[in-house]
């Protein structure tokens, strides 16, 4: 019988004069459960990427959100004391700060049901899948 190639003399066995299936297909075996292996490494790398990227966006957000949270309360403190200044009383001043604020609220809510929601919520997803 011919000598076998060089591209199969991996797959012949000490003796014989051919490729044996066996020696083949344990090494298909072998090359199979190494690529798995660098694609589970590969899933695992890019999960943990986007899990970074995502906690350092969310700590960024409560940040911003604590601040700006802050400036609102002290804006509506300093609209309440005016309110207040005006009617000459700081209880009514509150109080009519408190309603502009509830009635601020009720339309952003109203906003948010009907238009924002759902064009938040599609940046949201499209921001996630996004290639870099």
Same mark, same amino acid.
């Given at each position: 019988? =011919?000598?076998?190639?060089?591209?199969? @003399? #991996?797959?012949? #066995?000490?003796?014989?004069?051919?490729? /044996?299936?066996?020696?083949?297909?344990? %090494? $298909?075996?072998?090359? %199979?459960?190494?690529?798995?292996? @660098?694609?589970?490494?590969?899933? #695992?790398?890019?999960?943990?990427?986007?899990?970074?990227? *995502?906690?350092?966006?969310?700590? %960024?957000?409560? $940040? *911003?959100?604590?601040?700006?949270?802050?400036? !609102?309360? &002290?804006?509506?403190? =300093? &609209? %309440?004391?005016?309110?207040?200044?005006?009617?000459?009383?700081? =209880?009514?001043?509150? !109080?009519? @700060?408190?309603?502009?604020?509830?009635?601020?609220?009720?339309?952003?809510? *109203?906003?948010?049901?009907?238009? !924002? #929601? /759902?064009? $938040?919520? &599609? =940046?949201?997803?499209?921001?996630?899948?996004?290639? /870099?």
């Amino acid at each position: 019988m =011919a000598e076998p190639s060089e591209h199969y @003399a #991996r797959y012949v #066995r000490d003796g014989e004069d051919g490729p /044996d299936v066996g020696l083949y297909l344990q %090494a $298909v075996t072998e090359e %199979a459960k190494a690529w798995f292996e @660098a694609q589970k490494n590969v899933s #695992r790398l890019e999960v943990s990427e986007r899990v970074g990227r *995502l906690s350092g966006m969310l700590l %960024a957000s409560v $940040v *911003l959100g604590l601040i700006m949270t802050t400036v !609102l309360m &002290l804006w509506f403190i =300093a &609209l %309440a004391l005016w309110f207040g200044h005006l009617l000459g009383n700081n =209880a009514l001043g509150f !109080l009519a @700060a408190g309603g502009l604020f509830l009635a601020l609220g009720g339309i952003f809510y *109203l906003v948010w049901r009907t238009v !924002l #929601r /759902d064009k $938040v919520t &599609l =940046a949201v997803i499209n921001a996630m899948h996004a290639a /870099d």
